[in-house]
């Protein structure tokens, strides 16, 4: 009795935890979409993450950089799925003008079109539109990144940018997402050539809290109808007789 007297007060709570987050996170989500459609910045040749606060998330800022891609130092993120497609994440590190390297997700290339892609193919100076991104979190179910067997499986920027050249190659533990702008007619056309396709210009952050919520506040109901009727057929249960001796 007790325990299921407890249970629609711990669920309730629960319920009143997630729907802060729920708040939290649309307030979070208006904000990002707001600034991404504010210009953006032009990328420091140092760069400084006390000028670029990045959330866990996504940075608050789009940035543009010039310079020429390091083809030599090429990784293949994998695996990737995009739109139901399988295939990898092309990161080429770019020489900057000013001599500073960064990384860059260049995007998405279907494992059917990696064979014959010719990602060596832009030799001179780009121009990028990107999102500055942090490390990804890494589970306990994803290996470990094999740099010598050219196996990457997770955005390790500290050892993407050691990988590149490191500090002695001028190389700055800096990840961008370059970013796509095109329409899906566009899209499907690099897919098909093998030409990587960047990320979506939006925000991509998941809000599942909303069915917490619900979960919860269900539960707590739930819960507190089960002691109800359980209270109520004690109290209706006749006394039980003492046995009787002799």
Known sequence: MILLGIMPIFTFSLGVWQLKRLKWKINLIDELEEKLQLQPLILPPNIKFSRFPPSNFVSLKRVTTKGKWDHAHTMLLSPRVREGVHGVHV?????????STVIVDRGFVSKESLASADLKAETEEVEILGMLRTSQPRNSFTPDNDPEQGNWYWTDVERMAEFAGGEAGNVQPVFVEQIFEGHAGEANTRLGKGIPI????????????????????????LTAFMFFRVLVNKRKAP???LPRFG
């Open 91 to 99: 990161i080429t590190p770019l020489v900057r003008e000013n001599g």
């Open 198 to 221: 960047g990320r979506a210009p939006s925000i991509d952050l998941r809000n599942s809290h909303l069915s917490y919520v619900i979960t919860w506040f269900a539960l707590s109901g």
């Open 239 to 241: 006394g039980r007789r």
